[in-house]
């Protein structure tokens, strides 16, 4: 299949370039992120990660993020119901647990964080989910998705050439 076809074969748009390829050009920084990473993820359930991350790569509109941590999700397991009922999550919370939904709302106020602080309400929703460590670590992985969205939005990474596993953040 090629870029300009679908399996129905259905003429798309052609592909963008990249704008920068900003983890060659400051590797240094890439390399930090990927620790950074890996730091914040500790403790956090594998599964309840690529929902933050899918949820967050919704709200900053990054593609790449999107096509990255779905295909992830996927092959971890997760199911498509779920993954496409995350855009409007607060009317299929039947979809998620608790503890899941405490961390999608945790998410979208770090997320968006144009209306203010983040609620105390969201906050303390999550808080009685997580214990200290696990919140903190939660609260990590938010930013630093948030910060791969970032770098990948302005630099306008492609998407479509993830495979899963091949590497991770």
């Given at each position: 299949m090629t870029t300009t076809e679908t399996p129905e074969t259905h003429s798309c748009a052609p592909e963008?370039?990249?704008?920068?390829q900003w983890a060659k050009l400051a590797p240094e920084?890439?390399?930090?992120?990927?620790?950074?990473?890996?730091?914040?993820?500790?403790?956090?359930?594998?599964?309840?990660?690529?929902?933050?991350?899918i949820r967050a790569s919704q709200i900053n509109h990054c593609a790449f993020c999107l096509d990255m941590h779905t295909k992830d999700a996927l092959a971890a397991g997760e199911s498509v119901e779920r993954i496409v009922q995350l855009s409007a999550w607060e009317e299929s919370q039947h979809f998620y647990t608790e503890r899941e939904i405490a961390a999608i709302a945790?998410?979208?106020?770090?997320?968006?964080?144009?209306?203010?602080?983040?609620?105390?309400?969201?906050?303390?929703?999550?808080?009685?989910?997580?214990?200290?460590?696990?919140?903190a670590h939660l609260i990590a992985a938010i930013t630093v998705i948030n910060a791969w969205n970032r770098f990948g939005v302005t630099a306008r990474l492609v998407p479509g050439h993830y495979t899963p596993g091949q590497y991770k953040h």
């Open positions: 963008h370039t990249a704008r920068l920084v890439y390399k930090a992120m990927v620790k950074l990473d890996a730091a914040a993820r500790q403790g956090v359930d594998p599964v309840l990660l690529e929902l933050v991350k945790l998410t979208e106020a770090v997320t968006v964080l144009t209306d203010g602080f983040v609620p105390d309400e969201v906050y303390e929703k999550a808080a009685k989910h997580f214990d200290d460590t696990e919140l």
